[in-house]
Nanobody, 123 residues
Framework: QVQLVESGGRLVQAGGSLRLSCVAS????????MGWFRQAPGKEREFVAA????????RYGDFVKGRFTIFRDNVKNTGFLQMSSLKPEDTAVYYC????????????????WGQGTQVTVSS
């Protein structure tokens, strides 16, 4: 198991940028693929982005459309989600997730989750 703690969420104006961080502890972070998900009030959890354990592969949700970038620093056991051109519809709790995997795991297979960080985008 790996423990995950997200940070960086806050209130931001539409069009602004934000960087979320996810610090991992407990196991070798570089053995885990990492993903970001989000859940808005009244909606189901949605896949945002994923990165393989050594950054060789990434995948994004369809709605991202080049606005977000996922990356990681295995030396610092930290993953990141850089978000730009934020829209009010990006308002949600953002969760970091991890799964021990060589490639990119399926979106439903993540088995380690953080507590989430709130992102609010005002219009």
């Amino acid at each position: 198991q790996v423990q995950l703690v997200e940070s960086g969420g806050r209130l931001v104006q539409a069009g602004g940028s934000l960087r979320l961080s996810c610090v991992a502890s407990g196991r070798t972070f570089s053995s885990y693929a990492m993903g970001w998900f989000r859940q808005a009030p009244g909606k189901e959890r949605e896949f945002v982005a994923a990165i393989s354990r050594r950054s060789g592969r990434t995948r994004y949700g369809d709605f991202v459309k080049g606005r977000f970038t996922i990356f990681r620093d295995n030396v610092k056991n930290t993953g990141f989600l850089q978000m730009s051109s934020l829209k009010p519809e990006d308002t949600a709790v953002y969760y970091c997730a991890a799964k021990e995997s060589i490639g990119l795991p399926s979106e439903t297979s993540y088995d380690n989750w953080g507590q989430g960080t709130q992102v609010t985008v005002s219009s």
